[in-house]
């Protein structure tokens, strides 16, 4: 049963791609938008195209929700209907709601510099500090603040019913993730955690027998049981969580 679940724009299928953490992280600045009552559908294909110019981006393409905010930042960002593949030019201009904007004004409009805070767990570091994990995607030398695992969920607990979207960066590669059935649950744990995929996180829901879940909102294609949206279990997310991506006004008021 679902208990809450947060407006976010069509779910998209990004093929053999490798820009998960582009989707979901745009994904999360969509939802924050439509939430506040500003509607925002922002291009993928944009910021894969501009990751091009990233000298020291690796050839896969690979990277972090932080490296989305980081890239739109720096080359800006355009409408999704400006630019929906990547097999033509970027624009030059983007407009909205018959206004023009240059790259970078669009960017800010929908992304503030520092609007948006990375948080991982691990227990080898000193909690409440932030560090540089040696995550192969983290390629750009990102720093995120770690804190206990238990704090990483309550937090994204807390975006999402204060009407904030998420972006997830975990583990897909146990048993106990389905994305056919349209759910992740512990089963197995081979007792270490990858970096594999980032889904954004859109909702919060439990079952029959009280267990809690977030709803996900994958780039996979709307081929499953939930139409693209599927079901992380509490356990999962505390096993296999690498990091998450949110609003960083949510840490301050956390704070006080």
Same mark, same amino acid.
């Given at each position: ?14 093929? %053999?791609?490798?820009? $998960? ?7 999360? *600045? ?20 501009? &990751? ?18 980081? *890239? ?94 998420? $972006? ?24 270490? %955690?990858?970096?594999?995929? $980032? &889904? ?15 709803? &996900? ?23 296999? %969580? ?9 840490? $301050?008021?956390?704070?006080?």
């Amino acid at each position: 049963m679902n208990d809450v679940l947060l407006s976010y724009t069509p779910i998209k299928d990004q093929d %053999t791609s490798q820009v $998960c953490w582009a989707y979901a992280m745009l994904s999360t *600045i969509e939802t924050e938008h439509i939430m506040m009552g500003d509607s925002v559908h922002l291009s993928v294909a944009f910021v894969e195209k501009a &990751m091009e110019a990233c000298k020291e981006a690796p050839a896969s393409k690979r990277g972090m929700g932080i490296t989305a905010v980081n *890239i739109i930042q720096k080359y800006g960002l355009v409408p999704y209907n400006s630019m929906r593949t990547v097999d033509i030019p970027k624009p030059r201009l983007a407009f909205m709601y018959g206004a023009e904007y240059t790259l970078q004004e669009f960017a800010r409009s929908v992304c503030a510099p520092g609007e948006y805070i990375g948080l991982m767990s691990d227990s080898d570091l000193p909690y409440g500090q932030t560090a540089v994990p040696q995550w192969k995607d983290n390629w750009e030398g990102n720093a995120l603040l770690n804190l206990p695992m238990d704090s990483l969920l309550s937090i994204t607990e807390r975006a999402i019913r204060t009407g904030h979207g998420v $972006c997830w960066e975990g583990d897909i590669s146990e048993q106990g993730f389905n994305w056919e059935e349209g759910y992740a649950v512990t089963s197995l744990w081979n007792g270490r %955690t990858t970096d594999d995929h $980032c &889904m954004a996180i859109v909702g919060l829901a439990h079952d029959e027998e009280g267990e809690q879940y977030f709803i &996900m909102k994958n780039s996979w294609g709307t081929k499953n049981p939930y139409d693209g949206l599927m079901y992380l279990s509490y356990g999962y997310f505390l096993r296999k %969580t690498v990091a998450v991506f949110l609003y960083r006004q949510l840490i $301050c008021s956390t704070s006080r």
